[in-house]
């Protein structure tokens, strides 16, 4: 088979599936794994796909309108999530005042900071307990508790939200997009993450390369309002953007 008809049955499977894996396109064209590489990095260099570890995702990504379980999303990309947590959280140095977003990847930083005399504020009652645990002082937002991300989120929160200024601050994203920047599925919870954001001198999305080309109903930043830490696998188009840290 000629290298433009396995481009085109790449194109049209990824478009149709939103995401396909390379063992997927061995068996569909019947090619060899370097090759079906070597197609999807020739693809992704034309703009045409976004490849990724492991296979490749559409150019408009996924759609996820709910968000999973805590429990479950901690089983996902451990390697990639503790890898970007420890570089998160050497940069949070002594004196600071910080905010933590509720997020898996956001709860592993806390296991790493060295830092003295830091204070935290964070959304996530399951952080909240773990810094306390460390010896920090730690204030937690008030409010209503979303259960799927262990989130307090409302009126209350964004009212406290409202009187602070943090040196850093650090946010899960559900998903990550050049056109529909930071996502998440829920309004309410966008509305705690935007404001927090906002409130921050310095902003880091933690989010390893899964969460790209994705989007969530409820956009929470732009692309260009954060810096994105992740793992080294981003490819393409966001390869090629300024404010993303590879670790």
């Not at 479950?72 to 004196?95: F, G």
């Not at 010896?135 to 262990?150: F, H, M, N, S």
């Not at 260009?224 to 404010?243: F, H, L």
Request: hydrophobic letters at 40%.
């Amino acid at each position: 088979m000629l290298a433009e008809e396995r481009f085109g049955i790449i194109i049209d499977t990824v478009n149709k599936e939103k995401s396909v894996t390379v063992h997927q396109l061995m068996c569909l064209l019947d090619a060899s794994e370097s090759t079906i590489r070597r197609d999807l990095h020739t693809l992704d260099s034309e703009g045409k796909l976004t490849k990724v570890h492991g296979g490749a995702i559409a150019l408009d990504g996924m759609f996820h309108s709910v968000d999973e379980e805590v429990r479950i999303r901690e089983e996902l990309n451990t390697e990639e999530k503790e890898k970007i947590a420890v570089y998160a959280a050497s940069l949070i140095k002594d004196n600071e005042f910080v905010y933590v977003d509720a997020g898996t990847t956001t709860e592993r930083i806390i296991n790493h900071i060295s830092a003295n005399n830091t204070v935290f504020v964070t959304n996530a009652w399951g952080h909240a307990k773990q810094l306390s645990a460390r010896g920090y002082t730690t204030y937690i937002l008030g409010g209503e508790v979303k259960p799927d991300t262990e989130a307090i989120v409302g009126t209350d929160a964004l009212a406290t939200l409202a009187k602070y200024n943090f040196t850093k601050g650090f946010f899960g994203a559900n998903g990550i997009s050049l056109d529909n920047g930071f996502t998440t599925p829920d309004i309410k919870e966008g509305a705690v993450k935007q404001l927090a954001l906002s409130k921050c001198k310095e902003r880091y999305v933690v989010a390893d390369n899964s969460k790209f080309s994705q989007v969530s109903p409820v956009t929470f930043a732009g692309y260009r309002d954060a810096v994105i830490i992740t793992n080294s696998a981003v490819q393409g188009q966001y390869k090629r953007t300024k404010n993303i840290v590879e670790v």
